[in-house]
Nanobody
Framework: QVPLTESGGASVQAGGSLRLSCAAAGFTYGISCMGWFRQAPGKKREGVATIYTHGGVTYYDDSVKGRFTITQENANVYLQMSNLEPEDTALYYC?????????????????WGQGTQVTVSS
C-alpha cells in the first residue's frame, strides 16, 4: 500500500484558485506516475492531470489545460488550479502507479487517497 493523503479542497467562487496537495507517505520507491482525478456526483471518475515522477513530464485533460498545473516535490504532488469554473466542482483524488505511463485512466492506478472536496460557485 502507498498511503496517499489529499488536502487543500475548499469552496471558492468562479474565477478563483486553489492548490491541492497530496502527500505520499511510506513506501514510495517504485512509484513512477502520480495523478489527480475527480468525480462529480452522478458522474464517472475522470483523470485531470498526471506527472512522471522521475522526469517531471506531465499530461493534462483538455478541460483543464492552461488552468491547472501539476507539480511534484519529493513525495508530494500538487495541483494548482486557477480560473476555476462551476464545472470543476468534484471530489478530487490523488493516485499513484508503479507503471511508467502518463495515463488518465483511473483503472491504471492501483493506489488512491480518500479525496478532498472542491466546490466552485457561480
Amino acid at each position: 500500500q502507498v498511503p496517499l493523503t489529499e488536502s487543500g479542497g475548499a469552496s471558492v467562487q468562479a474565477g478563483g484558485s486553489l492548490r491541492l496537495s497530496c502527500a505520499a507517505a511510506g513506501f514510495t520507491y517504485g512509484i513512477s506516475c502520480m495523478g489527480w482525478f475527480r468525480q462529480a456526483p452522478g458522474k464517472k471518475r475522470e483523470g485531470v492531470a498526471t506527472i512522471y515522477t522521475h522526469g517531471g513530464v506531465t499530461y493534462y485533460d483538455d478541460s483543464v489545460k492552461g488552468r491547472f498545473t501539476i507539480t511534484q516535490e519529493n513525495a508530494n504532488v500538487y495541483l494548482q488550479m486557477s480560473n476555476l469554473e462551476p464545472e470543476d466542482t468534484a471530489l478530487y483524488y490523488c493516485a499513484a502507479t508503479s507503471r511508467a505511463w502518463l495515463s488518465l485512466r483511473p483503472a491504471a492506478y492501483p493506489y488512491w487517497g480518500q479525496g478532498t472536496q472542491v466546490t466552485v460557485s457561480s
